[in-house]
C-alpha cells in the first residue's frame, strides 16, 4: 500500500500548535492586562470588548484557524481505516463558531440583550460543544491506527475530563463563572497542544514497528 505524505500533516500539526500557543498567551496576557476585570468572575468573551480586544480577537481567530487545521491533518495523518469526516468536520465546524464569537461581540452586563448579543451566546456554545465532541471522537479514532493505538488512554482521558467539564461549567450556576470557564479552556487547550505538538512530530518509530509486533 502506497504511504501517504507525511509532509502535510506534520506542517498543520505546526501551525495548529502556533494557533493553540497564540491564543494561550494572549489569552493569560489578558488577565494583567485587564485589572478592572474580576478573572475569577468574568468570562473571556468579555475580554474582547476594548481596551485590548483586538489581540484577544486575534487570538480568537488564529485558535480557529488551528481547529481547522487540526481537524484536517489529524485526518491526513490516520491510516484509512482510522479515518472518519465526524471530528473533521466538528472542528471545522467548532473553528467557524469560534471566529463568529470573536466578531460578534458578547453585551456588558446590565444591557438590553440584543440579536449580536445572542449570536455570540449562540456561536460560543457551539465552539464549546464542537470542539469537546470533536476531541473525543478524534481520540476514539486512535485505536484503529496501529501507529498511535499507544496514544489513545491519554488522549481519550483528557477528552473525556474535557466534556465532562463543560457540562459542569454549564450547569453548576454557584461556580465562579471566570474561573470555570478558564478552567474548561485550559483543559481544551492542553488537549488541542498536546495533540498538534504529536501531529507535528508523528509517529514515533517504535508505534510505527508497531504492526509487524502484533502480528508476530
Same mark, same amino acid.
Given at each position: 500500500?502506497?504511504?501517504?505524505?507525511?509532509?502535510?500533516?506534520?506542517?498543520?500539526?505546526?501551525?495548529?500548535?502556533?494557533?493553540?500557543?497564540?491564543?494561550?498567551?494572549?489569552?493569560? =496576557?489578558?488577565?494583567?492586562?485587564?485589572?478592572?476585570?474580576?478573572?475569577?468572575?468574568?468570562?473571556?468573551? $468579555?475580554?474582547?470588548?476594548?481596551?485590548?480586544?483586538?489581540?484577544?480577537?486575534?487570538?480568537? $481567530?488564529?485558535?480557529?484557524?488551528?481547529?481547522?487545521?487540526?481537524?484536517?491533518?489529524?485526518?491526513?495523518?490516520?491510516?484509512?481505516?482510522?479515518?472518519?469526516?465526524?471530528?473533521?468536520?466538528? $472542528?471545522?465546524?467548532?473553528?467557524?463558531?469560534?471566529?463568529?464569537?470573536?466578531?460578534?461581540?458578547?453585551?456588558?452586563?446590565?444591557?438590553?440583550?440584543?440579536?449580536?448579543?445572542?449570536?455570540?451566546?449562540?456561536? =460560543?456554545?457551539?465552539?464549546?460543544?464542537?470542539?469537546?465532541? =470533536?476531541?473525543?471522537?478524534?481520540?476514539?479514532?486512535?485505536?484503529?491506527?496501529?501507529?498511535?493505538?499507544?496514544?489513545?488512554?491519554?488522549? $481519550?482521558?483528557?477528552?473525556? =475530563?474535557?466534556?465532562?467539564?463543560?457540562?459542569?461549567?454549564?450547569?453548576?450556576?454557584?461556580?465562579?463563572?471566570?474561573?470555570?470557564?478558564?478552567?474548561?479552556?485550559?483543559?481544551?487547550?492542553?488537549?488541542?497542544?498536546?495533540?498538534?505538538?504529536?501531529?507535528?512530530?508523528?509517529?514515533?518509530?517504535?508505534?510505527?514497528?508497531?504492526?509487524?509486533?502484533?502480528?508476530?
Amino acid at each position: 500500500m502506497k504511504k501517504t505524505d507525511s509532509t502535510v500533516p506534520r506542517f498543520l500539526g505546526a501551525a495548529a500548535l502556533a494557533g493553540v500557543l497564540l491564543f494561550a498567551a494572549i489569552g493569560i =496576557a489578558a488577565q494583567f492586562l485587564r485589572p478592572d476585570l474580576d478573572w475569577l468572575q468574568t468570562p473571556l468573551s $468579555f475580554y474582547l470588548l476594548d481596551p485590548h480586544g483586538l489581540w484577544v480577537r486575534a487570538g480568537y $481567530f488564529a485558535l480557529a484557524l488551528a481547529l481547522i487545521a487540526l481537524g484536517g491533518g489529524w485526518y491526513l495523518e490516520l491510516s484509512p481505516q482510522a479515518r472518519s469526516a465526524a471530528p473533521l468536520l466538528l $472542528f471545522v465546524c467548532a473553528g467557524l463558531a469560534l471566529a463568529v464569537t470573536a466578531v460578534a461581540e458578547t453585551g456588558c452586563r446590565g444591557q438590553p440583550v440584543t440579536l449580536e448579543t445572542l449570536v455570540h451566546g449562540l456561536a =460560543a456554545q457551539t465552539a464549546f460543544l464542537c470542539v469537546t465532541t =470533536a476531541m473525543l471522537l478524534q481520540a476514539w479514532r486512535l485505536r484503529a491506527d496501529p501507529r498511535w493505538r499507544q496514544r489513545f488512554a491519554i488522549a $481519550f482521558a483528557v477528552a473525556v =475530563a474535557a466534556f465532562v467539564g463543560l457540562w459542569v461549567h454549564a450547569l453548576w450556576r454557584e461556580a465562579p463563572r471566570g474561573l470555570s470557564q478558564k478552567l474548561e479552556i485550559g483543559l481544551i487547550l492542553l488537549w488541542l497542544g498536546s495533540a498538534a505538538n504529536r501531529l507535528r512530530k508523528g509517529a514515533s518509530r517504535a508505534a510505527q514497528g508497531a504492526p509487524a509486533l502484533s502480528q508476530a
